[in-house]
């Protein structure tokens, strides 16, 4: 089994910056891809972030240039390094991982821009 928790989220002023981290524990497995996902209030969850075990990485046209993921310092961590964050980046984040044939999810951390 894996288990993913995030951690980092919080409130920030617009333009501010915010680090989550996400560490995974369990069978992850040497071939895995892991990602940031986000939701809104009312919305539906939208991925926000890529990165593959050979840190290839990718990125939402709305964060692009302004979020990093990369694989922390700690053992099987995935931090999202955010900046210039803006109000609608608002939203519960999610981590995910996805090893061949599972898939699973984090329990969320809020990060939530003021304007």
């Known amino acids: 089994q894996v288990q993913l928790v995030e951690s980092g989220g919080g409130l920030v002023q617009a333009g501010g910056s915010l680090r989550l981290s996400c560490a995974a524990s369990?069978?992850?497995?040497?071939?895995?891809?892991m990602a940031w996902y986000r939701q809104a209030p009312g919305k539906q969850r939208e991925w926000v972030a890529t990165i593959t075990s050979v840190s290839i990485t990718n990125y939402a046209d709305s964060v692009k240039g302004r979020f990093t993921i990369f694989r922390g310092t700690g053992k099987n961590t995935v931090d999202l390094q955010m900046n210039s964050l803006k109000p609608e980046d608002t939203a519960v984040y999610y981590c995910?991982?996805?090893?061949?044939?599972?898939?699973?999810w984090g329990q969320g951390t809020q990060v939530t821009v003021s304007s």
């Open positions: 369990g069978d992850i497995g040497s071939i895995n891809v």
């Open positions: 995910h991982l996805m090893r061949p044939g599972s898939s699973y």
